[in-house]
């Protein structure tokens, strides 16, 4: 890497010694660091050994020529940036060596300030591909699927969904309900798609009424409406070559649907008020909370849209049916509020984690990480304990989810009612652990014998869970 936008490693290849010492010289004196080499050999060697920015060999070497050089460079070390030198340049040879992959193609004499502009420019190029390289690796870490948390058997069957689908042009609908990471799992698959360094545009479906959300979409032309003073180019256009994201697309209205339809099947659309006909290559990525089959059976939901948008669905399942990634989500949200803070937090106690194990989770991941933010911002100490949760979660979640159950049975009742809670806790365990027993165990903090006799004692087996 450049030591500066103006610094960076060399290699000088070339045979004729005293011009590779002179120039050698010269390019040290402009503060870059510069080795040298007399053969083709000799120089891929020195290449081999360490990643220089930039190389500027003669074309004509005792071993090899530096064309050579080039086709080797090109496949072993592309980010190098390789500069050519000839005593016989014609325009002929200096086209084919850009064509090769050469930066640029000098003649000598060497001119001391045409070789400090080129190695410049090269080293420019090099620091531009390397923060394009650098981005792209933190849009992967950040939306990638990398940054989807979790082991549970669910969602690793999620996780395997993902893959296979992602670099096809399949349309895709995730179901989940709010706060379950719907939008995360969508920039996952555009990140992981062929489509990654084209647009991903998101569509929050339920947050614009029914006129504005089509304009929205499909863009207008100017005095479509009262207030369209302008053409508008809509999502859809905006999303061409890459991946639209639909959220909450139960909300959709009628009309609204018929449109949504025609371009999941003929890929075109029209402005509002416009007459033109837009062609558009996109990736349809879809999410709803609601349970669109009931939607279409009471008339609310088309079903032929249905039907289309049905294609691979992904369920993203809320977090009180994955309790044993609590811990892991946890550690996650942690490292990255103690990087926004800088607060010397080192983790979480025991007891703040069965707290968290045993809160039902209404508002899903996103109350989650909320509540690990405002852990990190109100902790006193380097370990969050059950203070520094919020008073919900504190609470003795088993009673208070069945409260208004218990207030209306008799004291002799007391032990059937308290027994129905414990028996929910221990089906969701199992589920969260895909019926490993250890692991449930592990879970609830009870020991693998104890769990055996309470599913003895509640009549849970694993034959009912493969009838279910």
């Given at each position: 890497?450049?030591?500066?936008?103006?610094?960076?490693?060399?290699?000088?290849?070339?045979?004729?010694?005293?011009?590779?010492?002179?120039?050698?010289?010269?390019?040290?004196?402009?503060?870059?660091?510069?080795?040298?080499?007399?053969?083709?050999?000799?120089?891929?060697?020195?290449?081999?050994?360490?990643?220089?920015?930039?190389?500027?060999?003669?074309?004509?070497?005792?071993?090899?020529?530096?064309?050579?050089?080039?086709?080797?460079?090109?496949?072993?070390?592309?980010?190098?940036?390789?500069?050519?030198?000839?005593?016989?340049?014609?325009?002929?040879?200096?086209?084919?060596?850009?064509?090769?992959?050469?930066?640029?193609?000098?003649?000598?004499?060497?001119?001391?300030?045409?070789?400090?502009?080129?190695?410049?420019?090269?080293?420019?190029?090099?620091?531009?591909?390397?923060?394009?390289?650098?981005?792209?690796?933190?849009?992967?870490?950040?939306?990638?699927?990398?940054?989807?948390?979790?082991?549970?058997?669910?969602?690793?069957?999620?996780?395997?969904?993902?893959?296979?689908?992602?670099?096809?042009?399949?349309?895709?609908?995730?179901?989940?309900?709010?706060?379950?990471?719907?939008?995360?799992?969508?920039?996952?698959?555009?990140?992981?798609?062929?489509?990654?360094?084209?647009?991903?545009?998101?569509?929050?479906?339920?947050?614009?009424?029914?006129?504005?959300?089509?304009?929205?979409?499909?863009?207008?032309?100017?005095?479509?409406?009262?207030?369209?003073?302008h053409d508008k180019m809509g999502k859809f256009l905006q999303a061409s070559g890459g991946t639209i994201f639909?959220?909450?697309?139960?909300?959709?209205?009628?009309?609204?649907?018929?449109?949504?339809?025609?371009?999941?099947?003929?890929?075109?659309?029209?402005?509002?008020?416009?007459?033109?006909?837009?062609?558009?290559?996109?990736?349809?990525?879809?999410?709803?909370?609601?349970?669109?089959?009931?939607?279409?059976?009471?008339?609310?939901?088309?079903?032929?849209?249905?039907?289309?948008?049905?294609?691979?669905?992904?369920?993203?399942?809320?977090?009180?049916?994955?309790?044993?990634?609590?811990?892991?989500?946890?550690?996650?949200?942690?490292?990255?509020?103690?990087?926004?803070?800088?607060?010397?937090?080192?983790?979480?106690?025991?007891?703040?984690?069965?707290?968290?194990?045993?809160?039902?989770?209404?508002?899903?991941?996103?109350?989650?990480?909320?509540?690990?933010?405002?852990?990190?911002?109100l902790s006193k100490s380097p370990v969050i304990g059950p203070n520094d949760l919020p008073e919900a979660l504190?609470?003795?979640?088993?009673?208070?989810?069945?409260?208004?159950?218990?207030?209306?049975?008799?004291?002799?009742?007391?032990?059937?009612?308290?027994?129905?809670?414990?028996?929910?806790?221990?089906?969701?365990?199992?589920?969260?652990?895909?019926?490993?027993?250890?692991?449930?165990?592990?879970?609830?903090?009870?020991?693998?014998?104890?769990?055996?006799?309470?599913?003895?004692?509640?009549?849970?087996?694993?034959?009912q869970q493969l009838m279910s």
């Amino acid at each position: 890497m450049p030591q500066a936008s103006n610094q960076g490693s060399l290699l000088v290849v070339d045979d004729d010694r005293p011009l590779l010492e002179a120039m050698a010289d010269y390019l040290r004196s402009l503060g870059h660091r510069t080795e040298t080499a007399s053969t083709c050999d000799e120089a891929i060697a020195r290449m081999k050994e360490y990643p220089f920015d930039a190389v500027i060999c003669d074309v004509n070497l005792p071993d090899k020529d530096g064309f050579e050089l080039l086709e080797w460079a090109t496949q072993a070390v592309p980010d190098t940036q390789v500069i050519l030198l000839t005593g016989f340049g014609t325009i002929d040879s200096a086209v084919e060596a850009i064509r090769l992959g050469a930066f640029d193609y000098l003649t000598k004499p060497i001119i001391d300030d045409e070789l400090n502009f080129s190695i410049r420019r090269a080293l420019g190029q090099r620091q531009i591909v390397s923060e394009n390289k650098n981005l792209r690796e933190q849009l992967h870490q950040r939306f990638g699927l990398g940054n989807i948390v979790g082991h549970d058997y669910r969602m690793l069957k999620m996780f395997d969904l993902i893959e296979s689908v992602a670099d096809t042009r399949t349309t895709v609908l995730v179901l989940g309900e709010s706060g379950t990471g719907k939008t995360m799992t969508a920039r996952a698959i555009h990140q992981m798609s062929n489509r990654r360094d084209k647009p991903f545009v998101e569509v929050a479906c339920g947050a614009l009424p029914d006129s504005l959300l089509e304009s929205e979409l499909f863009g207008h032309v100017a005095g479509s409406f009262t207030g369209a003073t302008h053409d508008k180019m809509g999502k859809f256009l905006q999303a061409s070559g890459g991946t639209i994201f639909l959220d909450e697309i139960g909300t959709s209205s009628a009309n609204l649907q018929v449109k949504l339809l025609r371009v999941l099947q003929d890929r075109e659309f029209e402005p509002v008020g416009g007459n033109k006909t837009h062609k558009v290559d996109v990736r349809m990525i879809l999410a709803t909370n609601l349970d669109l089959e009931e939607a279409v059976r009471k008339g609310e939901f088309r079903q032929d849209l249905y039907y289309r948008i049905n294609v691979v669905t992904l369920t993203q399942p809320p977090l009180r049916e994955r309790m044993s990634d609590i811990p892991l989500l946890a550690d996650h949200y942690l490292k990255d509020f103690i990087e926004q803070t800088g607060k010397h937090v080192t983790g979480f106690s025991h007891q703040a984690i069965e707290l968290m194990q045993r809160y039902r989770w209404p508002g899903n991941v996103r109350e989650l990480v909320n509540v690990i933010e405002r852990a990190v911002v109100l902790s006193k100490s380097p370990v969050i304990g059950p203070n520094d949760l919020p008073e919900a979660l504190r609470r003795d979640d088993p009673l208070s989810d069945f409260g208004g159950r218990l207030s209306n049975v008799g004291g002799n009742n007391l032990k059937s009612a308290l027994a129905t809670p414990e028996r929910q806790l221990i089906l969701d365990a199992l589920e969260s652990n895909g019926w490993n027993r250890q692991g449930t165990a592990d879970t609830l903090g009870i020991n693998r014998t104890t769990l055996y006799k309470k599913m003895k004692k509640y009549g849970i087996s694993f034959e009912q869970q493969l009838m279910s």
